[in-house]
């Protein structure tokens, strides 16, 4: 396990510290092994609060059904009094007394839920967060901002490489370019919590205006990955053009039926960018939000579940803009993360090291991955010799 030094990474209260030397990685087995795999289902998925979906969603309709770590199917919905009921189909046939009611935790409508009878409270899990969310209320609220698409992508990668990925900007110059020119890869911090991390990075407002003003130029014409000369595998770019395409045209109807007020809007810049542990990403751009889920279905295989919000009165061409931006950053990541599961399935690596400040994000989130492995095994021995 890591050695850590006395001093947290940042000022923040709940900010952990960094490791005093470089940590070894998780071995390669924990990614590619179908038995690590099955430990973790029991330790990590059926423990704890995972994201399932946001209060907008399910006030526009009866129910949401979420699919959880592999095969658990959740049915969200909204009470008469209010509250958000998740319920678990213990069986295929969801026969009435098969059906099992589960905890679930609202944040700022973000809704989390539980598959265990008897979870920790989501605030001793999470200390801190609902501080985090508190700070970018002046940005975010939630009843300014509609719902307005769900898009799901397979991805042929365990749902820890895709995690690493999200908890580290190291090598964003090689792997994340046009990210590179808009923001300052060495200020990158990735602050680790209690069972989240937030992530903050400083822009370069000189080249944020030129993409602004390019951007303004383009006037929101859809990208096309297929028309690109990029080195993806066509196979990734026609799976992401056409997952798109239904976002954009979803955007594009959105945007006729609520056409935006007057002749200008005031942008709202700032935000909130977290992950909370194990499976979830929360964005909070200014103008626009998004979950970014990535749900385990076996040891090498995870779906991608993408949530969109927009804020009213945001115009056709500036939804099609963030959609480009989403889909651009999203395949540069989606192809790094199948590349390096065929590498870890040929046996290319075994085991390597982190750096301790800017791997910290990889450093605490392999560190839980172990300690809930480590206690489950423990609790399961203890059991057997009872």
Not at 239 to 263: C, S
Not at 286 to 291: E, I, K, L, Y
């Amino acid at each position: 396990m890591p050695v850590y030094t006395s001093e947290p990474l940042t000022e923040h209260p709940c900010s952990k510290p960094i490791a005093k030397t470089c940590v070894a990685t998780l071995p390669a087995e924990y990614f590619s092994e179908p038995r690590v795999f099955d430990l973790e289902l029991q330790a990590i998925w059926s423990r704890e609060w995972l994201y399932a979906c946001h209060e907008n969603r399910l006030r526009s309709t009866s129910h949401v059904d979420v699919t959880l770590a592999a095969t658990f199917k959740v049915t969200f919905s909204i009470s008469d009094s209010g509250n958000v009921k998740a319920s678990l189909k213990a069986s295929p046939l969801g026969k009435t007394e098969d059906i099992r009611s589960l905890p679930t935790h609202t944040l700022n409508g973000f809704v989390f839920v539980n598959l265990s009878d008897t979870p920790l409270p989501f605030d001793k899990t999470h200390v801190g967060l609902v501080d985090e969310f508190k700070s970018a209320e002046s940005v975010f609220k939630e009843t300014e901002y509609d719902f307005l698409s769900d898009v799901q992508i397979p991805g042929s990668f365990n749902w820890k490489v895709f995690s690493d990925n999200y908890n580290e900007c190291y090598h964003c110059p090689t792997s994340h370019p046009g990210f590179s020119k808009v923001y300052k890869i060495p200020s990158y911090l990735v602050d680790a919590r209690e069972g989240y991390f937030v992530h903050s990075v400083e822009e370069r407002q000189e080249e944020r205006a030129s993409v602004q003003r390019g951007a303004s130029d383009a006037g929101g014409t859809e990208l096309f990955l297929t028309d690109s000369h990029e080195s993806f595998p066509l196979e990734t770019k026609r799976l992401y053009d056409e997952t798109y395409r239904v976002l954009n045209q979803k955007m594009r109807e959105y945007a006729k039926a609520n056409p935006p007020r007057g002749q200008s809007k005031t942008s709202h810049d700032g935000g909130l960018f977290v992950h909370v542990w194990p499976n979830v990403g929360i964005n909070i751009f200014g103008d626009f939000a998004t979950t970014l889920r990535w749900n385990p279905i076996s040891h090498e295989k995870t779906m991608l579940h993408l949530e969109v919000f927009v804020r009213k009165g945001v115009s056709e061409a500036e939804m099609i803009r963030f959609s480009n931006f989403l889909k651009w950053v999203e395949v540069e990541d989606y192809v790094l993360c199948e590349a390096t599961q065929r590498n870890l399935a040929l046996g290319v690596y075994q085991v390597g090291v982190l750096h301790p400040f800017r791997e910290n994000g990889l450093v605490h989130s392999q560190a839980q991955v172990r300690k809930r492995l480590v206690e489950y095994l423990q609790e399961k021995e203890g059991r057997q010799t009872v």
